[in-house]
């Protein structure tokens, strides 16, 4: 980590985000902590939700895109026994129906069903388009959203603890998935395929690909000192690493192909000193330029 003073910076800011704010807010004010008006995000928070935003600051933007693509981790609350409009806390309720008879057992099928490689509904509240207008906007403007069934991947859903207050579970869980997962829509196909409802109380996001709590600062912290993780290391750390030669650095640096080494996935290609060159994905014998830093 070093520690950023205004334009120039090229790095990723591991944002711990507060409740309340939208991840816009937050690009807003790293924008004004930074120096620089080339911020960007991987991946929306909820204004309710919490946890690790990945902020990229200048050219480290164009890591971003990638980025969203890598698994996320969560730590959530859903609550049984009430099913709202957004699938979370801050909808109006929908139906109530007293969850006292959900077992133990019936959450944990429930849990399991919903683990693994599955189809999922978007949360109508997301910012998935719908004839060119998010959908959330749609709801909001009192339409009805119909999103088509989706695969993701739910590669963990773990109960961590239940408590049981009178017509309402709480369960808390540890959820680790694929981009596109909506937690939210987890929540209400829990409740609905226990026949109470469910809703989302409370999530905080604690992984993005290789970017945790560990490495995340509050907002307070970063406008103390403003750090950020330089752009060589943060290729580094989320992605396949390919060093080369002089030879081949000169030919990377514009964007010219190299000879494909069976890498999967987007590779980081570093210069002899260690620079970040590029990101790039291998077609066939060769590779192809997806973004050049140099």
Excluded at 58 to 76: F, P, Q, S, V, W
Aim: one cysteine or more.
């Amino acid at each position: 980590m070093t520690s950023a003073d205004g334009l120039g910076v090229d790095g990723l800011v591991v944002v711990d985000k507060p409740a309340g704010m939208t991840s816009h807010d937050v690009v807003a004010r790293v924008r004004r902590l930074a120096g620089t008006r080339k911020v960007g995000h991987a991946g929306t928070l909820d204004p309710m939700a919490t946890g690790v935003l990945v902020v990229g600051v200048n050219r480290a933007t164009r890591l971003l895109g990638h980025l969203t693509l890598t698994e996320k981790a969560y730590d959530a609350t859903i609550r049984l026994g009430v099913s709202t409009v957004t699938d979370d806390a801050e909808g109006d309720m929908l139906t109530s129906t007293p969850a006292d008879g959900v077992t133990d057992d019936g959450i944990a099928a429930g849990v399991a069903r919903l683990t693994g490689d599955i189809e999922q509904v978007p949360s109508a509240v997301s910012a998935i388009k719908v004839d060119g207008q998010r959908a959330y906007k749609l709801v909001r403007a009192g339409e009805d959203v119909d999103l088509p069934a989706r695969p993701v991947t739910v590669r963990e859903l773990v109960v961590l603890a239940t408590r049981r207050t009178p017509g309402v579970v709480d369960v808390d869980v540890r959820v680790v998935c694929s981009s596109g997962t909506y937690v939210r829509a987890l929540a209400r196909d829990l409740g609905a395929g226990l026949g109470v409802g469910g809703h989302l109380t409370s999530l905080r996001r604690t992984r993005v690909g290789p970017y945790d709590l560990a490495g995340a600062h509050t907002l307070d912290q970063l406008a103390e000192e403003m750090v950020v993780l330089p752009i060589a290391a943060a290729a580094r750390a989320a992605f396949p690493a390919r060093d080369v030669g002089a030879e081949e650095a000169k030919v990377m640096s514009h964007g010219g192909p190299l000879p494909s080494v069976g890498v999967h996935g987007p590779v980081a290609v570093f210069a002899p000193d260690g620079g970040l060159l590029a990101l790039v994905e291998e077609r066939g014998a060769t590779t192809k330029a997806l973004a050049v830093f140099v």
